[in-house]
Nanobody, 131 residues
Framework: VQLQASGGGLVQPGGSLRLSCAAS????????IGWFRQAPGKEREGIACTGATASSSTWHSDSVKGRFTVSRDNVKNTAYLQMNSLKFEDTAVYYC????????????????????????WGQGTQVTVSS
C-alpha cells in the first residue's frame, strides 16, 4: 500500500496548483482519501476528503471551502486537490492519507475531520505561496 503526493511548488498569491495523490497496492475507488497540510510550527490540519465512490461524499474545511476542490479519477487510481485563489497562509506541506476502511464516508462530524484511523500516508509535497 502506497500513496504518493505530488504537484506542489512555488506559486504567487491568487494562483492555482493541482495536487495529485497516486495510489498503489490498493484500488482507490473503494476507500476514502483525505488531504491534510502542516505549516511550520503548526499542527496538522485536515482540509478535504473524498469518500469511497459508493459513498459519494466530499468535504472541505472552512479554511479552503470555495477555493479548493477534492476529486478522484478511479481509472487512474489517483485523487486530486485543485487549489485556486491561493493565499500566503496556504503555504505548507500537503499530504494525502487513507484508513483503508472499505466503502467509507469521510469521517466528518460536526464540521471536524476525525482522521485518527488514517494510518497510510503519502510523503508530502511542499506548497509555497509567495510573491
Amino acid at each position: 500500500v502506497q500513496l504518493q503526493a505530488s504537484g506542489g511548488g512555488l506559486v504567487q498569491p491568487g494562483g492555482s496548483l493541482r495536487l495529485s495523490c497516486a495510489a498503489s497496492g490498493f484500488t482507490l475507488e473503494r476507500y476514502a482519501i483525505g488531504w491534510f497540510r502542516q505549516a511550520p510550527g503548526k499542527e496538522r490540519e485536515g482540509i478535504a476528503c473524498t469518500g469511497a465512490t459508493a459513498s459519494s461524499s466530499t468535504w472541505h474545511s472552512d479554511s479552503v471551502k470555495g477555493r479548493f476542490t477534492v476529486s478522484r479519477d478511479n481509472v487512474k487510481n489517483t485523487a486530486y486537490l485543485q487549489m485556486n485563489s491561493l493565499k500566503f497562509e496556504d503555504t505548507a506541506v500537503y499530504y494525502c492519507a487513507t484508513d483503508l476502511a472499505p466503502n467509507a464516508h469521510c469521517p466528518v462530524f460536526g464540521g471536524t475531520f476525525y482522521y485518527s484511523a488514517y494510518d497510510y500516508w503519502g510523503q508530502g509535497t511542499q506548497v509555497t505561496v509567495s510573491s
